[in-house]
């Protein structure tokens, strides 16, 4: 069992939002908290996502948990006494999460496996959501009549059913990591930028201090939060292996050419998901006057990426590439389900950044498995910004032992399912654990 005194001192390594929950979280416990970042604070995907947030997950561990950071982020304001003039914008939109699901009948005949594909992702998707309800989730299996009334936009010829659920929605990335280092500072916490951590200094398996191009730096724990760095830093201050592999991933812009829709109804939309499984995934959802989209596409890790390779958008993907591009073939997706929106207006911008993805899609938190006073709290597959307030309670439980039998225990009304730590233990069996089918 690990416990540790509330005056310890604790340094965070990483400047995102992952970071700054766990520095307003260890904080608030009395710790001594010191973070440090290798350039300025959001240098990586905090201020690169596609920020939705959402509780419908295929593991039970994760669904609970994004029901309590969806409660922490409708609170969030409150929980870090934000200033008023902040406070006048929420952190958390709850439009709700919008998962069509395709009819075997609406594929081809000379597709027969990618017609069971889709006659299983639907009998899956049902066996989830009855998991979600049992776990309190406001989540509803639609028929395509209902997606087509609700929502008279989409075009549900092709849909065999849909999942929803309201809590669902999409966060202010910048508001989560400006205003938690904000509060983190009011709470004494030390924030370092422009420090970068190269090496520790190591005895009997714990880290005695970190070496930084700044001097070194003694600790009583250390909090690996390096999200796609995770992998290189680790074994470099004495970890283990982590397997967090950085990917590329895009954003599209679509800006309406015409109305298509009033105002509050665009205001409105959900994040939508349009179909699952093979070549399918894109997704979409209201930014201001216009059309995020998003596909997490094949695509190979790049483990020697530089932080300039996060902006940099590989001619395939620009979006003024004529039409021979990712942009377009995301498109041809929605216009699967929604011709309306497809054909709304044009690409207007491209942006991108790296997930940290792991091999079964769930995230790595906890304990080193070599040096004892080390942390990891990375691997999040693209839903770290979603994961950053239940990550920063599973944090401080681990630093104050407040772990019973391998579980955590959250708090009321989120007590009722205590979270297993073995589902995001780093050092778990990749063979043998449970894989998160539900990845965007
Ligand atoms: C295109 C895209 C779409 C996404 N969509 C979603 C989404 O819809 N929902 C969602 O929840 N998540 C999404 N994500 C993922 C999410 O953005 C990340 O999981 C999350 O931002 C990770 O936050 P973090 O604080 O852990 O890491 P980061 O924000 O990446 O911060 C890590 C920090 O560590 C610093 N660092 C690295 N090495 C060192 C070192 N040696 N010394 C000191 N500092 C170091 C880096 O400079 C960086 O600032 C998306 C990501 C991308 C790129």
């Known amino acids: 069992m690990v416990s540790s005194s509330s005056a310890d001192h604790v340094v965070i390594i990483g400047g995102g939002a992952t970071s700054a929950l766990i520095a307003v979280r260890l904080a608030e416990r009395g710790f001594r908290v010191t973070v440090l970042e290798k350039a300025q604070l959001g240098n990586g995907s905090s201020s690169r996502s596609a920020a939705g947030i959402r509780a419908q997950f295929s593991t039970e561990e994760t669904v609970v948990g994004m029901q309590y950071s969806q409660w922490w982020y409708s609170h969030f304001h409150d929980l870090l006494c934000s200033p008023i003039d902040v406070r006048q914008q929420p952190v958390l939109r709850q439009n709700g999460y919008l998962f069509l699901y395709e009819a075997p009948a609406a594929i081809p005949a000379w597709q027969p496996r990618r017609q069971h594909e889709v006659a299983q992702l639907w009998q899956q998707a049902q066996i989830a959501v009855t998991m979600q309800q049992r776990l309190g989730l406001p989540v509803e299996v639609l028929t395509p009549q209902s997606v087509q009334q609700r929502w008279p936009f989409l075009n549900s010829e092709r849909v065999i059913g849909a999942t929803w659920c309201p809590s669902d ?196 938190l906890g304990l080193d498995t070599y040096q004892q006073n080390l942390v990891h709290a990375v691997g999040f597959s693209g839903h770290g910004l979603m994961h950053a307030p239940i990550t920063a309670l599973l944090i401080e439980a681990i630093l104050t032992g407040n772990v019973e039998h391998g579980h955590v225990c959250l708090p009321p009304p989120f007590d009722s399912t205590p979270i297993n730590l073995s589902t995001f233990a780093p050092g778990r069996s990749f063979e043998n654990s449970h894989r998160e089918t539900l990845v965007l």
């Open 169 to 364: 929605g999409f966060l202010l990335p910048h508001m989560i990591y400006g205003e938690g280092f904000r509060r983190a500072k009011e709470l004494g916490v030390h924030v370092q930028t422009q420090t970068e951590v190269v090496g520790a200094v190591l005895q009997a398996n714990r880290i005695q201090a970190l070496l930084t191009n700044r001097g070194a730096i003694e600790a009583d724990w250390f909090i690996n939060a390096t999200n796609i760095w995770a992998a290189r830093l680790s074994p470099r201050i004495g970890g283990m292996a982590l397997p967090v592999s950085p990917r590329k991933r895009y954003l599209y812009f679509l800006k309406p050419s015409q109305l298509v829709m009033d105002a509050t109804m665009w205001q409105q939309m959900p994040m939508t998901i349009y179909g699952v499984g093979s070549h399918r995934g894109a997704h979409s959802r209201p930014e201001h006057d216009l059309l995020l989209l998003a596909w997490a596409h094949e695509t190979e890790p790049e483990p020697l990426f530089s932080d300039a390779d996060q902006d940099r958008i590989d001619p395939p993907f620009r979006h003024d590439n004529g039409i021979d591009n990712y942009g377009c073939a995301i498109l041809e997706q929605v216009e699967q389900f929604s011709p309306l929106l497809a054909n709304a207006g044009g690409l207007v911008a491209t942006s991108s950044g790296f997930y940290g993805t792991t091999p079964d899609a769930n995230p790595l």
